[in-house]
């Protein structure tokens, strides 16, 4: 504005006539806020939802100010000051980190040398400094063993993370990577196979302000589990035998006499004679099985180190050979190691309970296994609950009213099933016969708590594949279930998980002691557990994996399920580390 002024003194004396140019600022300034560093706006909702930015913890928040410019005017910045949590008011003299992780009211406002004060403004900020979880999970057919984790070609690999919500600021999971045998790393999108062999997956996740958690592995052997036979160098099926489930080769598939075969056929070739039949797909020139998916050497090694022979009565063993003739042997859960197995004349070997769980006793023999003369192995429990390893060359026989089931795999041995012999589960040996009137069952066709006798007896012609299954379908009901360990023994880092399928409860607690007594680790967990299916029907499970660095030893572990108006549920078990 053009300002004209003059004065004059009483005697008339008139100045001459001035003027001034004079600026007008009305306009307060505006102050912007932006960071230095990781920062993630939230868009939709999220965890605080009230947070309007997220951010990491060495993110320095930046406020640049301005006087704008009306009708020409501005008179300049004078100050900014800005204060967190309502408290001090501070000159702004550089960008600034908040205090620690949590939410913050940020508080800022600025003036300009005409007095001018911009309205406070505020924001409210989450820093966010910890890592997301991940977990991750594995699909069915699977299962555990001497330390290993084996899994079908099928089964689906998936990752779960999650950003915890600490001091209440969680700016959410951004996404998860995983990459196979140090492979190049790939972004989780959706569930995926593995091919056969063993392998290592390598996985972490990052949030949405750079958060990265320490990566983590784990170990898988894949092979097939579904087939009944399978048979490395050749299968042959004779007389009025009858297998219920798939047979694989890489060799011959001799099929003759009245044998029929419930399911598919994979092999190099496939021969029918007689009267012999194949409900199921034929496919030929297919090699579809690996010599010896599964390592013995790292079998044997694990079942020596946490052998649990001393469980072992002394007269069921000769010359470290385990025999039950004429008499009855329950073995408790654990890993055994015998220089051979023999069950005859009515003998019978059980496991400590049917439905106890997967992979519940483990075998490892080093000589001849027999099962004949009406002996009984695992005969009332499911396959799934008894898994037999053989690194030797020696035969695998089943015979004479022998009823075994169980997971048999002896990769350089001749398995044979005859006479009038039952087996349910999965035999693997490098050729496999089945004669006389055997019927060999699948996993898959021996429901649980149900042995392969009864299986077998059945009359169906046809074999149809299992209903899909469906959580809902899962018992709520508090009450005691599967409580097991796996991997176990867990070794070369691995964590071991303790699976306990109790319903659902209001808590559940971990306890785990060294031999001494010692407790050494604890942990709860609550709220409704997630439904899985570990093979022997869906269950609500808590499952809790105890990880961090854990010196080799053998460890008891101790369950307590808790729910108001209940008596409490408790449990005990042993589990075996190797690293």
Do not use: C
Not at 360 to 374: C, D, K, L, R, Y
Not at 521 to 536: K, L, N, Q, S
């Amino acid at each position: 504005h053009l300002v004209e002024f003059q004065s004059k003194d009483r005697v008339d004396h008139l100045e001459v006539l001035a003027s001034t140019i004079v600026f007008l600022d009305q306009t307060p300034p505006v102050t912007n806020i932006s960071y230095s560093g990781a920062y993630w706006v939230q868009t939709g909702s999220g965890t605080p939802s009230q947070a309007q930015v997220f951010i990491a913890s060495m993110t320095y928040v930046v406020l640049t100010a301005q006087d704008p410019v009306a009708g020409g005017v501005a008179s300049g910045m004078q100050a900014t000051r800005y204060r967190v949590d309502s408290g001090t008011w501070t000159d702004y003299a550089g960008s600034f980190l908040l205090p620690g992780e949590g939410q913050h009211a940020v508080e800022w406002t600025s003036t300009d040398r005409a007095s001018n004060e911009e309205a406070v403004q505020s924001l409210n900020a989450a820093v966010d400094s910890v890592t997301p979880e991940t977990g991750y999970s594995i699909g069915q057919p699977s299962f555990g063993t001497f330390g290993m984790r084996i899994i079908d070609p099928e089964a689906l690999i998936s990752f779960n993370a999650e950003d915890s919500a600490a001091a209440g600021a969680a700016s959410g999971v951004e996404e998860t990577t995983y990459r196979i045998d140090a492979g190049s790393p790939q972004v989780f999108s959706s569930s995926f196979t593995l091919s056969l062999g063993t392998h290592s997956v390598e996985y972490w996740s990052a949030d949405h302000v750079g958060n990265e958690e320490a990566h983590d592995a784990f170990a898988v052997t894949v092979t097939q589990l579904r087939p009944a036979a399978m048979g490395v160098n050749g299968f042959e099926g004779s007389g009025s035998a009858r297998v219920v489930g798939d047979a694989l080769s890489n060799g011959l598939v001799d099929l003759k006499g009245s044998f029929v075969l419930e399911g598919d056929v994979t092999a190099s070739s496939v021969s029918l004679k007689g009267g012999s039949s194949v409900t199921g797909v034929v496919t030929q020139g297919q090699t579809p099985l690996l010599a010896e998916p599964i390592s013995l050497a790292e079998a044997k090694a694990l079942a020596e180190a946490t052998s649990s022979n001393y469980l072992i009565p002394p007269e069921f063993l000769a010359g470290g050979v385990l025999v039950v003739d004429a008499s009855t042997l329950t073995l408790s859960s654990g890993t055994y190691i015998v220089q051979g197995l023999q069950v005859s004349n009515n003998g019978v070997l059980k496991t400590t309970q049917t439905g106890e769980g997967i992979g519940a006793v483990q075998i490892f023999v080093e000589g001849a296994i027999s099962v004949g003369s009406g002996g009984k192995l695992n005969d009332q429990g499911h396959p799934l609950e008894l898994v037999v390893f053989s690194s030797s060359t020696l035969s695998v026989q089943f015979s004479s009213g022998a009823v075994a089931n169980g997971v048999f795999y002896a990769p350089r041995a001749h398995i044979e099933a005859g006479n009038n012999a039952q087996v349910g589960g999965a035999l693997f040996g490098k050729t496999i016969k089945i004669g006389g009137q055997a019927v060999v069952t699948a996993v898959e066709n021996v429901p649980m708590g149900q042995s392969s006798s009864a299986s077998a007896s059945a009359t169906t012609e046809s074999v149809s594949e299992p209903a899909a299954l469906d959580s809902s379908g899962a018992d709520p009901s508090f009450e005691l279930r599967d409580i097991y360990v796996f991997p176990n023994p867990a070794v070369a880092g691995a964590p071991p998980a303790i699976h306990a399928a109790v319903g659902i409860a209001d808590r559940v607690r971990f306890v785990i002691y060294n031999m001494a007594g010692q407790k050494v680790h604890e942990a709860t967990m609550d709220g409704i557990p997630p439904v899985i299916d570990d093979g022997t029907g869906p269950k609500y499970a808590y499952e809790y994996t105890w990880r961090g660095h854990i010196p080799s030893g053998v460890y008891l572990y101790t369950i307590e399920a808790e729910k108001a108006g209940y008596a409490s549920l408790r449990a005990a078990g042993k589990m075996g580390v190797i690293r």
